[in-house]
């Protein structure tokens, strides 16, 4: 029994040893200069390289698409961020800003109104108060 497990601790301190051995020459190979430059290298006779001299020839002949491409991307960066900004969640009166995120546990009085102004809101409540007044009017005169 002594043997065996003698054995086979040899044998484990046999493997860690070509480990550690592999690891030393992993490490030695693997400097950071020497990481560029094969990334260059493959960058420069891979495939890589064909797709970017392909790609750069066909924005010399035809740089249209890439113009348009990019007039998009512009647009579109510019136009989300300013309807982030703009827009708005009213929830029972209070307005805050609007996160993106629809949460469906929120009640139903909450909604989205991008054009919705702490103005806008004043002059609402304000009809609604003339309104409250009137009806209560109308109940007080069908009372008397």
């Given at each position: 029994?002594?043997?065996?497990?003698?054995?086979?601790?040899?044998?484990?301190?046999?493997?860690?040893?070509?480990?550690?051995?592999?690891?030393?020459?992993?490490?030695?190979?693997?400097?950071?200069?020497?990481?560029?430059?094969?990334?260059?290298?493959?960058?420069?006779?891979?495939?890589?390289?064909?797709?970017?001299r392909n790609l750069a020839r066909e924005i010399r002949e035809n740089p249209l698409?890439?113009?348009?491409?990019?007039?998009?991307v512009a647009w579109l960066l510019i136009a989300s961020s300013r309807s982030s900004?703009?827009?708005?969640?009213?929830?029972?009166?209070?307005?805050?800003?609007?996160?993106?995120?629809?949460?469906?546990?929120?009640?139903?009085?909450?909604?989205?109104?991008p054009h919705q102004t702490p103005a806008r809101l004043a002059a609402e409540d304000?009809?609604?108060?003339?309104?409250?007044?009137?009806?209560?009017?109308?109940?007080?005169?069908?009372?008397?």
């Open positions: 029994m002594g043997t065996q497990s003698e054995q086979l601790a040899r044998g484990a301190q046999q493997t860690r040893a070509r480990l550690s051995e592999t690891l030393d020459e992993l490490h030695a190979r693997m400097t950071p200069g020497h990481v560029v430059d094969q990334l260059t290298e493959y960058a420069r006779e891979g495939p890589a390289a064909d797709f970017f698409p890439l113009t348009l491409i990019g007039i998009g900004s703009v827009r708005s969640v009213v929830c029972d009166g209070a307005m805050a800003p609007f996160s993106g995120r629809i949460d469906i546990t929120e009640p139903a009085a909450c909604r989205e109104e304000e009809d609604e108060d003339e309104e409250r007044g009137r009806e209560s009017a109308h109940a007080v005169e069908g009372t008397a």
